[in-house]
């Protein structure tokens, strides 16, 4: 008994190892994510004070790379709690290594998409106005709470399955041991903390798969109920949820591969975690081109001319380039990788998870700028360059999201402990118990 004892610490090792073991790495890295973050900054501090002259947004083109990065950033934090949701609501045991790092994907994303319509204005109090003389009827307003809402279940859905995992930490003592002790809420791991516990744990699942798939569906109806070529239309909602999960599943892999390589977990996050993970990519790319495929298919079809302008300005005009970018990273490269047991390695997975973050990217910049491009009234066709500005601020934006991510694991277990212990102890008794529930018995002989 106490050699197995042992031999699960010693396992488990790994997994406290990024806390207590400070590299120059970690140093290094965090340095070099500061500079370019407080360039970003200083950027952003000089939009504010030149105002929105200094992008490239203009007339026609009135949104850019804000409302792109925007709609990119808040499609990321489907990864999170949606998946871990979905996973834990479905009792796949194979969630357990994963679903921490899913959920504080959610948390740090969805606070760093919130702030992009704040950097899109050019005087950022007015935001106010939004809660001061906000209306009922815009789609910004039901934007802004469900946001809020999400932001909230999600940050809770991810701090309430941390506290054994903090409760571990404060126990093995250390300089950060109050700070441990505080977040860990008195928990001593009893029969009765477990239980309330696990019943909020699965309440909150419950709730933020309704409030995710609300958060993108509000925020395509920003586009759909305007009467602006290109937006207008039903399949939006559901478009945008798909592209949203398309996306959070392809960050995650590539964050999972990351943290794998860097911290040697190996043992955890093995094979068959990114076999599973990247047969979903393959079924969301399949998902995601019937929706473009319809989309495109039925404004075809119609023929309306202001709708073909925005059509042709994507297929063969400025903006083919992207366009056909776009249906390669996100389809093509997928399918190809994902679909032959021969690519789907761990570096195909990562080649195919890089193709389409990069390639929803470019989705959602075809969906914001043709469309603004090619206006109703008679004026000709425009085009967005963005400037140093929005390019700097889309980096630094990236640069929170890995920094936040590595403090996050200098700081908190990246993958649940307390959950791998489990899984060690119970699983395999519920697995064969839940087996034997279903699978029908020996045939019963009549008389």
Same mark, same amino acid.
Request: charged share 15%.
């Given at each position: 008994?106490?050699?197995?004892?042992?031999?699960?610490?010693?396992?488990?090792?790994?997994?406290?190892?990024? #806390?207590?073991?400070?590299?120059?790495?970690?140093?290094?890295?965090?340095?070099?994510?500061?500079?370019?973050?407080?360039?970003?900054?200083?950027?952003?501090?000089?939009?504010?004070?030149?105002?929105?002259?200094?992008?490239?947004?203009?007339?026609?083109?009135?949104?850019?790379?804000?409302?792109?990065?925007?709609?990119?950033?808040?499609?990321?934090?489907?990864?999170?709690?949606?998946?871990?949701?979905?996973?834990?609501?479905?009792?796949?045991?194979?969630?357990?290594?994963?679903?921490?790092?899913?959920?504080?994907?959610?948390?740090?994303?969805?606070?760093?998409?919130?702030?992009?319509?704040?950097?899109?204005?050019?005087?950022?109090?007015?935001?106010?106005?939004?809660?001061?003389?906000?209306?009922?009827?815009?789609?910004?307003?039901?934007?802004?709470?469900?946001?809020?809402?999400?932001?909230?279940?999600?940050?809770?859905?991810?701090?309430?399955?941390?506290?054994?995992?903090?409760?571990?930490?404060?126990?093995?003592?250390?300089?950060?041991?109050?700070?441990?002790?505080?977040?860990?809420?008195?928990?001593?791991?009893?029969?009765?903390?477990?239980?309330?516990?696990?019943?909020?744990?699965?309440?909150?699942?419950?709730?933020?798969?309704?409030?995710?798939?609300?958060?993108?569906?509000?925020?395509?109806?920003?586009?759909?109920?305007?009467?602006?070529?290109?937006?207008?239309?039903?399949?939006?909602?559901?478009?945008?949820?798909?592209?949203?999960?398309?996306?959070?599943?392809?960050?995650?892999?590539?964050?999972?591969?990351?943290?794998?390589?860097?911290?040697?977990?190996?043992?955890?996050?093995?094979?068959?975690?990114?076999?599973?993970?990247?047969?979903?990519?393959?079924?969301?790319?399949?998902?995601?081109?019937?929706?473009?495929?319809?989309?495109?298919?039925?404004?075809? &079809?119609?023929?309306?001319?202001?709708?073909?302008?925005?059509?042709?300005?994507?297929?063969?005009?400025?903006?083919?380039? &992207?366009?056909?970018?776009?249906?390669?990273?996100?389809?093509?490269?997928?399918?190809?990788?994902?679909?032959?047991?021969? &690519?789907?390695?761990?570096?195909?997975?990562?080649?195919?998870?890089?193709?389409?973050?990069?390639?929803?990217?470019?989705?959602?910049?075809?969906?914001?700028?043709?469309?603004?491009?090619?206006?109703?009234?008679?004026?000709?066709?425009?085009?967005?360059?963005?400037?140093?500005?929005?390019?700097?601020?889309?980096?630094?934006?990236?640069?929170?999201?890995?920094?936040?991510?590595?403090?996050?694991?200098?700081?908190?277990? #990246?993958?649940?402990?307390?959950?791998?212990?489990?899984?060690?102890?119970?699983?395999?008794?519920?697995?064969?118990?839940?087996?034997?529930?279903?699978?029908?018995?020996?045939?019963?002989?009549?008389?």
């Amino acid at each position: 008994m106490t050699e197995e004892k042992t031999k699960t610490i010693d396992i488990d090792e790994a997994l406290y190892r990024p #806390i207590y073991e400070t590299g120059r790495g970690f140093y290094l890295t965090v340095g070099i994510l500061l500079m370019i973050i407080l360039f970003a900054a200083f950027m952003y501090v000089r939009q504010v004070y030149y105002g929105l002259g200094v992008t490239g947004m203009n007339q026609p083109v009135t949104w850019g790379f804000y409302i792109v990065n925007f709609v990119f950033f808040i499609g990321i934090s489907h990864a999170g709690t949606l998946i871990s949701a979905i996973l834990r609501l479905s009792k796949a045991e194979w969630r357990r290594p994963i679903t921490r790092m899913a959920e504080v994907i959610t948390a740090i994303v969805l606070a760093i998409g919130g702030l992009h319509p704040i950097i899109d204005l050019g005087r950022p109090d007015r935001v106010l106005n939004i809660f001061t003389a906000g209306r009922l009827q815009s789609p910004l307003l039901w934007d802004v709470t469900s946001i809020t809402a999400y932001f909230t279940a999600s940050t809770v859905y991810l701090y309430l399955p941390m506290i054994p995992d903090i409760a571990k930490l404060r126990d093995r003592g250390g300089k950060l041991t109050r700070f441990y002790d505080f977040l860990s809420w008195g928990w001593q791991g009893t029969d009765h903390q477990k239980k309330v516990l696990n019943r909020a744990i699965n309440i909150l699942m419950v709730m933020v798969i309704p409030i995710a798939v609300s958060v993108h569906t509000v925020i395509s109806y920003i586009f759909s109920m305007t009467l602006q070529p290109g937006w207008h239309s039903t399949i939006f909602g559901p478009y945008f949820v798909v592209g949203a999960i398309f996306s959070g599943i392809a960050a995650l892999l590539i964050v999972m591969i990351a943290f794998r390589k860097v911290f040697h977990l190996e043992n955890y996050l093995k094979l068959i975690h990114f076999q599973y993970l990247s047969t979903l990519l393959l079924i969301m790319s399949l998902l995601w081109f019937y929706f473009t495929f319809s989309e495109y298919l039925t404004g075809i &079809f119609g023929a309306e001319p202001h709708e073909m302008d925005v059509i042709l300005y994507k297929f063969t005009g400025p903006y083919a380039i &992207f366009f056909w970018s776009m249906v390669v990273f996100n389809f093509i490269i997928p399918v190809i990788v994902l679909s032959f047991k021969k &690519f789907k390695t761990i570096k195909g997975i990562l080649f195919a998870s890089i193709t389409v973050v990069i390639g929803m990217w470019l989705e959602r910049l075809n969906i914001v700028i043709p469309s603004l491009a090619n206006p109703r009234m008679e004026l000709g066709s425009g085009m967005y360059f963005p400037s140093l500005t929005e390019w700097s601020l889309f980096v630094g934006a990236i640069a929170v999201f890995v920094l936040g991510y590595v403090l996050f694991s200098k700081f908190f277990p #990246i993958i649940s402990i307390w959950e791998i212990e489990e899984g060690r102890e119970e699983s395999i008794k519920e697995v064969e118990k839940r087996v034997k529930s279903y699978l029908p018995g020996p045939a019963e002989t009549s008389d």
